[in-house]
């Protein structure tokens, strides 16, 4: 069992910073990918960014690319999201996931329903 669990929201004005955490089991490491995603009130699920465990690529949503930022400790086991230039449309309960199994195709890693354990997640909030 892979066991996940997220840190660091919290309230910012926009235009700031937060930081968050994904720390995870020991087993998460032998998984194939891990990856952020956040949902606001009312809407689906949303992919924000990933990263395959075995190259360290990672990957953007549009909606994010250049402001937050993937990274990763693997003698912590923890997996960060360092998000700047913070806009209350960010605002939601953020989420990490982790994947087993064979490499899919780039697009796949974008649907939450191609991973296999998630967090409890982590709210952000927003204010303008």
């Known amino acids: 069992q892979v066991q996940l669990e997220e840190s660091g929201g919290g309230l910012v004005q926009a235009g700031g910073s937060l930081r968050l955490s994904c720390v995870a089991s020991?087993?998460?490491?032998?998984?194939?990918?891990m990856a952020w995603f956040r949902q606001a009130p009312g809407k689906e699920r949303e992919f924000l960014a990933r990263?395959?465990?075995?190259?360290?690529?990672?990957w953007y949503a549009s909606s994010v690319v250049g402001r937050f930022t993937l990274s990763r400790d693997s003698a912590k086991n923890t997996m960060y999201l360092q998000m700047n230039s913070l806009k209350p449309e960010d605002t939601g309960r953020y989420y990490c996931?982790?994947?087993?199994?064979?490499?899919?195709?780039?697009?796949?890693?974008?649907?939450?329903?191609?991973?296999?354990?998630w967090g409890q997640g982590t709210p952000v909030t927003v204010s303008s």
């Open positions: 996931a982790s994947r087993a199994g064979r490499r899919l195709t780039v697009n796949a890693y974008h649907n939450a329903s191609s991973y296999d354990y």
């Open positions: 990263i395959w465990l075995s190259t360290g690529n990672t």
């Open positions: 020991a087993r998460a490491v032998s998984q194939d990918a």
